[in-house]
Structure formats: C-alpha cells, structure tokens
C-alpha cells in the first residue's frame, strides 16, 4: 500500500505530529543525553542496529571494551520503529526527534561519530546542536587525544552540526602563582601556531566548518598550586575559558559575534 494511501496518512496532519509525540516521548527534556553503553550492559541495546566501537576505561585500569551509544535522559523513551514505516512518515517524524532536540554526549566523546553516521543523509542535516565535554590534560586519558582528533575530522567532512555547546575542564588553584594569570586571544594563537601539545585539541576544533554558532562553557576543578610550565599554562588557559578561548575560536571559526 502507498503510502498516501494508508489510513494513518489520511489522517489531519496535526493529529499525525501528536502521535509521533507520543511515540518520541522526550520526558520533557529538549536535550536528549546520549551516553557510552557501560561496560558489560551491551547485550541491552541487542536487536537495535547502531555502530559498535571500542573505548577504553577512564580510569588509571586502562580496559577495552566495546559498546555503543545509548539514550540515558530520565524519562525519555523513543519508539523510533515508527520512521521505518514509510518514507514520508519518516520525514516528519524525523523534524520531531532530531530538529526539536540537542544532544548531549558528555565526556563520551568517542560516541558523537557513530551516532552522526548511523543517521541517513536526510536525518543527519536536521541535527542542529550537539553538546560535548572535553576533558583536562591527564596522563591516562591519551587515547582522548586520537578520539578528538577523529571528531574534529568527521565534523569538518560532514559539516553536519550548525551550533556546538562545548563544555571544558579546567583547573582552579587555590593559592596564587607565579607567570601568567590569563592568556588572551593572542596568546592562544601564539600557542597554537608553535603546537604546543596542550593545545592540539584547540587547533583541531578551530579547522572544523560548518559551525554557526559556539558556545563554551567552563568547568572548574579543584587543581593544586602550579609548579611546572605546563601547570601554569594549564592554570591560565582555564581563566580564559570564557574570555581568550572562546574569542580565539569563534574568531576561527568565522562566527560572528
């Protein structure tokens, strides 16, 4: 049967959008979060076809595993059999679930890629915002490095998302300190420009296109009294969250202010 020509098309079209409401219930959160499977709780998500990938532990343990995306906003609960039905009912159940919500990913960094590509051609555009957490510089979070990298790529390829939260770790030291207190939109060119490794994930970001609109968000910690170099200039690229990075990127990222 046609699809025009199935009783639940010949429904009023008002009544059709309530329905996929009903179906794509979002708890009343326009913010959908999408986190990593964790480790062995996989076999949940068997049956739903959705790229699997492999993450290591954020732990000083280090452990594989492999996993998948998954929807963790309390409340919510999707349906999303429906857009198989037919084509049009796919498309208007579609602006439903992906134009009327951001996605949050948190930390789960490696998860953005497989969710973007799992989408169709004609899903992937209505994907306006999407949030994502970078996390400070530690020592066993190396393999952060390769998965921001491979973000930063995807997204330039694609230039599937129009407006990106981005929410960064940082660090406040509860004593003050000698060198630098803040670093300015020079100052992080400078940095960038000599690729100073601290900042590798910045100049990744910056070469991304598509992005209409930045939002960056700090996210201070507790961090011990620098003593190093990398400790100072970590400590003043944390007070510059809001002021020198963010003015650097959307500068960038030719985002007018």
Known sequence: MEALDSPFMRIPAEIRLLIYSFLLNDGGYKQLTLRNHPEGRLKESKGVRRTRYRVLEQSLLRRCYETTYHLTSPGAEMHTAILATSRQVYDEAAHILYGKHSFDFGPDIEAVVPFLADRTPRSRPLIGEISIYKRGPLP?????????????RFLSSTGSVRKLRLVVEGGRPSDPWDGPQELSESDLRLLTLVRHESLDWVS???????????EVVPDLQYYPTPRTTSMIIFAAFSASIESGLTQFLRRQLNIIS
């Open 204 to 214: 990744e970001l910056a070469q991304v296109k598509g992005i209409r609109e930045l």
């Open 140 to 152: 066993f979070l190396e393999s952060d490095r390769y998965e921001w990298a491979h973000l930063c």
